[in-house]
């Protein structure tokens, strides 16, 4: 019986390094005869050895038949496979070890397996490379992930962030932001919360560091707003509870309320006793009398006056869109060309390792610009402008949301309201 081993050491007198995931993940189930055929063995391959199972045994003083059993439980947790040179002779196989740290991060893979499902183990040459463990922004998001919250890495949360990865197309850098924005904020660091924000962000449209950066921005920006606010109203920023920002979010964004307009009904409340029901009431008062004056979008909240606005203009770019696609059917070919295009070169900025072709992805990105040039080619020739299956919005600056980045409010719902008065 040969044992396999990507990387052998040929030394006896060479340290035996055993991989965290097997000591961390598996470790802990595997039965002690299960283990001490694997460590044996894993000697063995590290030091280039040919041996069989009838060393094993008597290196380990073990029956033959309880280091069979032991190979088959290592192959049932994927940690080995084997193979058979005579199909006939199960008795006689060769085993190779699973590369635990690039199979579980491989596209795929079933989170504390190592291997895919319904599959042997990867050898580095047909691995999927995208998200391997050995890679050096994989390297460096544990590495953050134990500066950020100041303890090791969890064993058990290896499988939730290989989930993360493996279900969502992002960055492995934003998955340590993540973790620093619960640190910076007091918030749990547990992988099961951090998960729950990635997947508010991921719905969110948040890819990238620099995606979550600008979101924690336009965050921080409404939280300034708060706080300007309470200091207003005389109370401590610090004490602001879920309720009073939910009441503050009404009176930004359903109200459609100017900053100015709300510090100065918080100024009139500041001196009474129960300040922040005397600035509700002060507000709300002065929303009825301006639904009474029949302002338009008074009584609808911004939420809804703004969706419907999205609504329509998002019918109306896939009308236009259907238009061009009957008239001319080349765009979605172009289109579907570009999108496996884009594809590729997002696989590539994935890949790890030596890339034969180093100009391959600046010819793809060539290859996507003359697509794109062509689709406007294609639809000049048909009369149609080359935004014309964009959406079109009532407003470029805030993207009819009647929200600024900055958190305040676009001007467009101000002319509105002032046309309205």
């Not at 279900?167 to 904020?185: F, G, H, N, Q, T």
Request: net charge negative; aromatic share 8%.
């Amino acid at each position: 019986m040969r044992i396999f081993k990507y990387d052998a050491v040929n030394s006896l007198l060479e340290d035996t390094s055993v991989p965290n995931i097997f000591l961390e993940l598996y470790l802990p189930h595997l039965s002690g005869d299960c283990v001490r055929v694997y460590l044996s063995a894993w000697l063995r391959s590290q030091q280039g050895q040919i041996s069989s199972n009838e060393s094993i045994a008597k290196t380990l003083g073990m029956n033959i038949e309880d280091v069979l059993a032991a190979w088959t439980e290592l192959e049932n947790e994927a940690l080995i496979h084997r193979t058979y040179p005579n199909e006939n002779d199960k008795l006689n196989f060769d085993v190779a070890f699973t590369d635990l740290r690039g199979s579980m991060f491989a596209s795929g893979v079933k989170p504390g397996t190592g291997a895919k499902e319904g599959s042997p183990p990867q050898s580095p040459g047909r691995a999927n490379r995208s998200k391997r463990l050995d890679d050096e922004n994989i390297r460096n998001l544990f590495r953050d992930i134990e500066q950020a919250t100041g303890r090791p890495f969890p064993a058990g949360d290896y499988e939730k962030i290989s989930g993360f990865l493996n279900e969502y197309d992002i960055e492995p850098e934003l998955i340590a932001k993540v973790y620093r924005y619960c640190v910076a904020r007091g918030y749990h660091t547990s992988a099961a919360y951090v998960g729950g924000i990635l997947r508010e962000w991921y719905a969110k449209g948040i890819r990238t560091a620099r995606d979550a950066d600008e979101h924690i921005e336009a965050v921080d920006m409404r939280f300034g707003l708060y706080r300007k606010i309470m200091k207003a109203l005389g109370l401590s920023p610090q004490a602001l509870t879920e309720a009073e920002k939910t009441v503050f979010d009404i009176w930004l964004d359903d109200y459609a309320m100017s900053l100015d307009d709300i510090l100065a009904a918080a100024d009139k409340a500041a001196g009474k006793q129960n300040k922040f029901d005397y600035a509700k009431a002060i507000i709300e008062n002065t929303q009825r009398r301006t639904n009474k004056a029949g302002a338009t979008g008074a009584g609808t909240s911004r939420g809804k006056y703004y969706a419907d606005k999205r609504r329509k203009n998002e019918a109306d770019a896939q009308a236009r869109r259907e238009e061009v696609l009957g008239a001319l059917p080349r765009v979605a070919g172009i289109e579907a060309d570009i999108s496996r295009l884009n594809m590729e070169l997002a696989s590539l900025a994935f890949s790890s390792g030596p890339r034969a072709d180093k100009n391959l992805p600046a010819e793809i990105t060539a290859k996507i610009n003359a697509l794109i040039a062509e689709k406007d080619a294609v639809l000049k020739s048909g009369g149609f402008a080359p935004d014309y299956m964009d959406v079109h919005y009532d407003c470029e600056l805030c993207k009819d949301t009647g929200i600024l980045d900055s958190g305040a409010s676009c001007r467009c719902f101000e002319n509105v309201k002032s046309a309205a008065q």
